[in-house]
């Protein structure tokens, strides 16, 4: 109300028009549709793979990126079950791979307890130490490790195989770094009571680390699994041969002359098998920070 009385009215706010809001859904929109294209991306060679393990060799050179087999045949699967040592190299990757897996979850939990929790001289030195060695490219390791190997007289064998690997620069840096996100009084009452050092790290800490153990299971399952330069400077023996030697083998025309794409992605897909089952399993465990969580 004016001083003569006189009322005045507020100005009418305009409403915003409906098509000013379709921005962020726009956004979205064009977000799903590159997020589709490049799932398909990555999708489409696998799916392709499998397609062509059940061609003929004249349907995968004639239709090489058709996902139906035309016609629908299994001679690849039998040649290379029959003409290989395929059983073998899956039986040694497996032996392998499970050794490694669980040497690495418990070599790289102790490490990493150890580097977050203890107080000792030089900890500071280890630890730029093992992040250094994550900088290091593998191939540049491969002729000194031969030459431990050698020198340790554990050159083809099981033991050459496995013991260079028990041990994961970056499986030590994730379980460092989880630990230190536990609050250290979980641990007080444990001392208090009594409970030694590894008595507190396996009972109480370990269990609370689910997350980032699981992390460090999929990792070493599918480095360990998937690694090649390794048994390449470790082993000679027909009879050690893993997968990944044995399909490189595949690849560079082993059985006979000829593409043989079915038989060489056959193997391929065969080997994926076991990594793809195990990530699908423990998709959603992996570094889940809200388990373990500690109210203080």
């Known amino acids: ?26 956004t979205s929109g064009v977000t799903y549709v590159v997020l589709v294209v490049l799932a398909v991306v990555y999708v489409a060679p696998f799916l392709i793979q499998v397609a062509t393990s059940f061609k003929t060799d004249a349907d995968a050179a004639t239709n090489a990126v058709s996902l139906v087999p035309h016609p629908f045949s299994t001679a690849a699967l039998q040649r290379l079950f029959e003409n290989s040592d395929f059983p073998l190299w899956f039986a040694n990757s497996a032996v392998v791979t499970l050794v490694v897996t669980v040497g690495r979850v418990f070599f790289a939990s102790l490490a990493g307890y150890a580097l977050a929790r203890l107080r000792f001289p030089g900890r500071g030195l280890v630890y730029a130490a093992v992040v250094g060695v994550m900088s290091v490219p593998a191939v540049v390791l491969l002729i000194p490790k031969f030459l431990v190997i050698n020198q340790l007289g554990i050159y083809d064998s099981y033991a050459g195989m496995v013991l260079p690997l028990l041990v994961d620069a970056a499986g030590v840096f994730i379980m460092k770094n989880f630990f230190e996100s536990i609050p250290a009084s979980v641990e007080e009452q444990a001392r208090i009571d009594g409970a030694g050092t590894f ?19 999929i990792l070493s399952f599918q480095g360990s699994w998937n690694e090649l330069s390794h048994f390449i400077v470790s082993t000679q023996s027909p009879d050690l041969t893993v997968l990944t030697k044995g399909v490189a083998g595949l690849a560079s025309g082993q059985l006979s002359q000829g593409t043989q794409f079915p038989l060489k992605l056959a193997a391929a897909a065969l080997m994926t098998i076991p990594v793809a089952v195990l990530f699908f399993v423990f998709q959603r465990r992996i570094m889940n920070s809200s388990d373990g969580a500690v109210k203080e």
């Not at 109300?1 to 921005?23: E, I, Q, V, W, Y």
């Not at 008595?199 to 299971?217: D, E, G, H, Y």
Request: hydrophobic content about 35%.
């Open 199 to 217: 008595r507190i790290f396996w009972s109480i800490v370990l269990p609370m680390a689910q997350p980032a153990l699981v992390t460090v299971t």
């Open 1 to 26: 109300m004016t001083a003569h009385g006189t009322t005045t009215k507020a100005p009418l706010r305009t409403p915003p028009r409906p098509g000013r809001r379709r921005g962020p859904r726009s």
